[in-house]
């Protein structure tokens, strides 16, 4: 397993206080309701087919980049 690695992102005050409200109601810490919803969308983002499509072409496009 990696280590974790630690990152920062910036956040409106409305989507800041959203969190901390939904945290909160779900007795949960704001770092595990963040980690939830980063690994809901990286699930649906990997089941959507024009996302998978995209992916391919960039590393066809890679994969070239490289033979040159």
């Known amino acids: 397993m990696k280590p974790s690695k630690a990152m ?3 956040l409106s005050a409305d989507q800041a206080e959203a969190l901390e409200t939904v945290a909160t109601v779900e007795q949960r810490p704001v770092a595990e309701v963040i980690r939830a919803a980063i ?3 990286v699930e ?3 089941n959507d087919p024009h ?3 995209e992916l391919r072409g960039r ?3 890679a994969k070239k980049f490289l033979q040159r």
């Open 8 to 10: 920062t992102i910036r």
């Open 51 to 53: 996302f998978q499509d």
């Open 59 to 61: 590393i066809d496009r």
């Open 39 to 41: 690994t809901a969308h």
């Open 44 to 46: 649906n983002r990997r």
